[in-house]
């Protein structure tokens, strides 16, 4: 496998990092921040747009962050304007996803012969074609560890499993009856739109979901404020390290802690000040940009003190810190994090947090939600 240049990366690091830096120092002491208009929730009577959905008004925010929690790829805050449109308030569901299959008989990712030709580019050169025999349908499913591990080799935790899909997420054995309610996972880029030009409605770009997952806070660290539990408790469904150390899912220890260890409901945890239900938490969701590693930091650059309107993401894929996969493979943005995401590991059930994930790569946590142009 080859690890990506460590000099190239670190002299990335440093190079966004003060880009960051200043940024904030800008920030603060010009008076920029742009006010918010206190949100106000208004959901679709069927008219302008689907019911269950939301108007997000639209507006001026700082995307990004440079708190102590953010990443290299968050930062550095800009500034960021986007239109007005409404979104879905939670993520498409299992029964919902179900009529979509059954009015247009559509074959998920994960329920069809891996294709070659899209999996070797997510890969180093020169890596042979394997023997037909292992491409079969399946998807990526997590299965934790019995012990406490180093959290430095996710391939502890992860597993190709055969016959994964949407309706059996952990594999052929597993199901969701009783689940409709529940985000649809294990489906691809690919399977969102799919869904979404059925729907007529679209994915949120990068921009529109983060200004809309933040539900009128300006720079808040989470979706609900600065403090990660509300009355003791946490306000979305992710790993609690306190009850259950990650990623281990003994049967005894799960039983104790109480978790949810996968999916919950939509609507379990409280809504944000648009009116949308888990925006961070749960299942991560797909967005519509290229995942472009230092895209912040070039908006930033490139616009120096200028609001950026509706920005679209990069043209193309660049990811340097995904070991073992070239840099410029394919790969979509994905936002808000899962029931996997913790303090020890990964805080990504912030608004400002993301990665990018191979397009046609299924996951049993993630999954997606649409978005609606207003009139």
Known sequence: MRFINQRHTIFLA????????????????????PALTPPVIIQSDSKNAPLGMVLIPGGEFLMGSDSKKAQINEKPVHRVKVNGFWMDSTHVTNDQFAQFVKETNYRTTAEQIPDWETIKVQLPPGIPKPPASVFVPGAMVFTGTKDKVRLDDYSQWWAYVPGANWQHPTGPKSNIDGKGNHPVVQVSYEDAMAYAKWAGKRLPTEAEWEFAARGGLNQATYAWGDQLEQEGKLPANIWDVKKQPFPVVNPVISAKAGGAMGTSAVGTFPQNGYGLFDMTGNAWQWVADWYGFNFFAQQAKAQGNQ??????????????????????????????????????????????ARRGSDPYSPMSHLGFRLVKDSQ
Do not use: M
């Open 307 to 352: 609001v950026i309107l509706n920005p679209k993401g990069p043209d193309q894929s660049f990811d340097p810190a995904d070991p073992g996969v070239p840099p410029n493979a394919p790969k979509r943005t994905i936002r808000g994090g899962s029931f996997l995401c913790n303090e020890d590991y990964c805080q990504s059930y912030r608004p400002s």
């Open 14 to 33: 440093v190079s966004l990092a003060v880009a960051g830096i200043i940024g904030a120092y800008w920030y603060l002491h010009q008076g920029n921040i």
